[in-house]
């Protein structure tokens, strides 16, 4: 019953910056963790960043840590991505994700969430 919706991708210089929103709708009320992910030509998805719906806890990969920034407004029903100092290798299709449980798996493991959103394009030029 979650829908989400990504926004805010597009093209960018290589130490430029660019945000991402998340939308969500429907019955957001369930919803434990809001993480994103993305999935550049070739590769596998990988996970970005999460955060705790409630307490805003957050977490993030290695290969974005200080550069990337996840915030959530619990209000708007809208997560974001505030991406900084972009390098071309996180050129990729990102996707936001809504886990609607408490799991005990880690945060990063893709499949621990049940709804996804169609994906925004985020290209970075060197």
């Known amino acids: 019953q979650v829908q989400l919706v990504e926004s805010g991708g597009g093209l960018v210089q290589a130490g430029g910056s660019l945000r991402l929103s998340c939308a969500a709708s429907g019955r957001t009320f369930n919803i434990y963790t809001m993480g994103w992910f993305r999935q550049a030509p070739g590769k596998e998805r990988e996970f970005v960043a999460a955060?705790?719906?409630?307490?805003?806890?957050?977490y993030y990969a290695d290969s974005v840590k200080g550069r990337f920034t996840i915030s959530r407004d619990n209000a708007e029903n809208t997560v974001y991505l505030q991406m900084s100092s972009l390098k071309p290798e996180d050129t990729a299709v990102y996707y936001c994700?809504?886990?609607?449980?408490?799991?005990?798996?880690?945060?990063?493991?893709?499949?621990?969430?049940?709804?996804w959103g169609p994906g925004t394009q985020v290209t970075v030029s060197s």
């Open positions: 994700a809504a886990d609607e449980d408490r799991e005990f798996r880690r945060i990063s493991w893709a499949p621990r969430y049940e709804t």
């Open positions: 955060i705790r719906w409630s307490g805003g806890s957050t």
